[in-house]
């Protein structure tokens, strides 16, 4: 199978996809299964196999199952904007395209309250557009990738999502915060919803072990659960709401806004080692503040009261330094593999990328 458009080509020999661009091939991440049709449609590459319909955002992202139950499809043909299917019996159909506003700009249209981000290695993004009830994938540079959700109660659908975590795999765990339960959406289609009685979790990340930590924010605790059932367990009772989450030299750091200070814990037995005041948090109200985890072993931490984002050494060895002001209403916060951050300015409804370095 093979699709062109532009100076884009795509073809694969059955299991593997490869996409050149006039320079040397690159492979789109994951294997699939007799893959007899490729098609653009814009920037998205899609690929039909034995399994299914499959998307791919940009080739950036890993393969996505879109359409189970494809075996009367006998061609499918993409343009610009569109994508034609056809079934056996001569009827077409044509998929909407993913859309997404412009993350870095505010205007009608745009992301609405935006919060939780979580950055692949290659540099593409999710971030929970919370109050239009949806995740949204993006290119470093802020190209539409991929969409997912509207508000409701179903699977992949969401009341007001904050956290999001991205595992290697692609995986994507997104606390769905006002429905109280943690969704798992997995590349090839499938999606796992656990933990229906959490109280408006907020953040979550993943473990090297593939279980998943979440700050149970209304509960006051911090929780694991580990799959393949997803049973969730108390790792630690905590003095107030905790909401971003972060690793620190193999604990966990739990950000505190109401009680002021960041906690580390230890994961193993929900022992808190540390507890740090930050200054940014020094009203003790319940601010949104996140955490992100520098190369250098330091903590970014998101004042939304003060609109500032702050550096902090888990060690205390060095003091607390203001890494950006001017940023109101910054919540979550994540570090890019070239070597910035982007940021969530939540009231603002739009992302902003700061420098590491002041």
Not at 231 to 260: F, H, Q, R, S, T
Request: proline share 8%; with cysteine.
């Amino acid at each position: 199978a093979a699709a062109a458009s532009g100076s884009r080509v795509a073809w694969s020999e059955g299991s593997r996809v490869w996409v050149s661009r006039g320079e040397g091939p690159r492979e789109v991440g994951g294997t699939l299964d007799g893959v007899r049709a490729l098609a653009w449609q814009g920037e998205v590459l899609w690929a039909l196999d034995a399994t299914g319909l499959h998307r791919a955002g940009s080739t950036e992202l890993p393969w996505r199952r879109s359409m189970d139950q494809t075996d009367d499809l006998i061609a499918m043909a993409g343009g610009p904007s569109s994508l034609w299917l056809v079934r056996g019996d001569g009827f077409i159909l044509q998929p909407d395209r993913p859309l997404c506003p412009s993350p870095w700009t505010s205007q009608p249209g745009s992301l609405r309250e935006p919060r939780g981000l979580a950055v692949s290695s290659a540099g593409w993004f999710a971030v929970a557009d919370t109050a239009n009830h949806r995740v949204l994938w993006y290119s470093d540079a802020g190209l539409c990738l991929d969409s997912v959700g509207s508000e409701g109660t179903g699977s992949r659908e969401f009341r007001e999502p904050s956290g999001v975590a991205l595992a290697a795999d692609g995986s994507l765990a997104v606390a769905d915060t006002w429905n109280g339960r943690i969704q798992v959406l997995r590349p090839n289609g499938v999606t796992e919803v656990f933990g229906r009685n959490l109280f408006g979790p907020r953040d979550l990340m993943w473990a090297p072990d593939g279980s998943l930590l979440v700050s149970d924010t209304g509960n006051k605790k911090l929780l694991r659960f580990t799959p393949p059932d997803w049973e969730g367990d108390v790792v630690a009772m905590l003095p107030a709401p905790p909401v971003g989450l972060a690793w620190a030299g193999g604990l966990i750091a739990v950000a505190v806004p109401a009680e002021g200070a960041l906690l580390l814990v230890d994961g193993s037995n929900g022992e808190i080692t540390r507890r740090i005041e930050l200054r940014c948090w020094n009203t003790l109200d319940q601010q949104e503040g996140y955490l992100a985890l520098l190369p250098s072993g330091e903590l970014v931490a998101s004042s939304p009261h003060y609109g500032e984002l702050w550096v902090v050494d888990p060690t205390e060895e060095e003091p607390q330094r203001l890494l950006q002001d001017g940023l109101p209403g910054v919540t979550a916060v994540a570090l890019t593999p070239f070597g910035d951050l982007i940021a969530s300015l939540t009231w603002e409804h739009r992302l902003v990328k700061v420098p590491v370095e002041p």
